[in-house]
Nanobody, 123 residues
């Protein structure tokens, strides 16, 4: 099992920045990649960004490319999501996820999930 705890969410004005953190524990050696997803009210959970745990390869959703940056600190077993130039449409609950299988972008590709952290962007 892998446990993950997100932090760093909050309320920010449009154009502002936030940095989310996801601390992982447990069987980290089994993890191939970690990702961020988000879910807005009434919408399906959607992919935001993913990072390969060992090599550091990254991939982003088009909606956040150029504004968000995913990174990792292997020594701390922590993944970050730096969010800049935030827009009201970025408002959602943000979830950290981990997988043992490659570098997927779909929800079904992930084995472990955090509890989520709320990000609200005011206009």
């Amino acid at each position: 099992q892998v446990q993950m705890v997100e932090s760093g969410g909050g309320l920010v004005q449009a154009g502002g920045s936030l940095r989310l953190s996801c601390a992982a524990s447990g069987r980290i050696f089994s993890v191939s990649a970690m990702a961020w997803f988000r879910q807005a009210p009434g919408k399906e959970r959607e992919f935001v960004a993913v990072i390969n745990w060992n090599g550091g390869s990254t991939y982003y959703a088009d909606s956040v490319k150029g504004r968000f940056t995913i990174s990792r600190d292997n020594a701390k077993n922590t993944v970050y999501l730096q969010m800049n130039s935030l827009k009201p449409e970025d408002t959602a609950v943000y979830y950290c996820a981990a997988t043992r299988r490659g570098l997927p972008v779909g929800v079904n590709g992930y084995d472990y999930w955090g509890q989520g952290t709320q990000v609200t962007v005011s206009s």
